[in-house]
Nanobody, 126 residues
Framework: QVQLMESGGDSVQTGGSLSLSCTAS????????VGWFRQASGIEREAVAA????????HYADSVQGRFTISLNGSRTTVYLQMNNLKVEDTATYYC???????????????????WGQGTQVTVSS
């Protein structure tokens, strides 16, 4: 069992930056994949980025490549999402999720993740 807690959501203007955090508790020893997803009003939840706590390998959605960076702290309990050059279309509730073994095949599939946080709101205005 893993519990996840997101923080760092805020309101910013276009071009601004935010850093989100996802802190895990519970079974943090088992290697896992941690993903960031977002859901805007009336739109399906979509994958943003993911990182493997074992290898530190990362994945990014095309829409955020080059603007967002996902990273992991040394104790492998907190995953960060650094978001730069924010756009209005980045406005959404951001969720982190953890995938424990057996791992889902594709990092971007919502159904591949076992545990979810409550979400943190990011609002970008022009």
């Amino acid at each position: 069992q893993v519990q996840l807690m997101e923080s760092g959501g805020d309101s910013v203007q276009t071009g601004g930056s935010l850093s989100l955090s996802c802190t895990a508790s519970g079974d943090t020893a088992t290697a896992r994949r941690v993903g960031w997803f977002r859901q805007a009003s009336g739109i399906e939840r979509e994958a943003v980025a993911a990182i493997w706590t074992g290898s530190f390998g990362t994945h990014y959605a095309d829409s955020v490549q080059g603007r967002f960076t996902i990273s992991l702290n040394g104790s492998r309990t907190t995953v960060y999402l650094q978001m730069n050059n924010l756009k209005v279309e980045d406005t959404a509730t951001y969720y982190c999720a953890a995938d424990l073994p057996p791992y889902g095949r594709d990092w971007y599939r919502v159904e591949g993740y076992d545990y979810w946080g409550q979400g943190t709101q990011v609002t970008v205005s022009s």
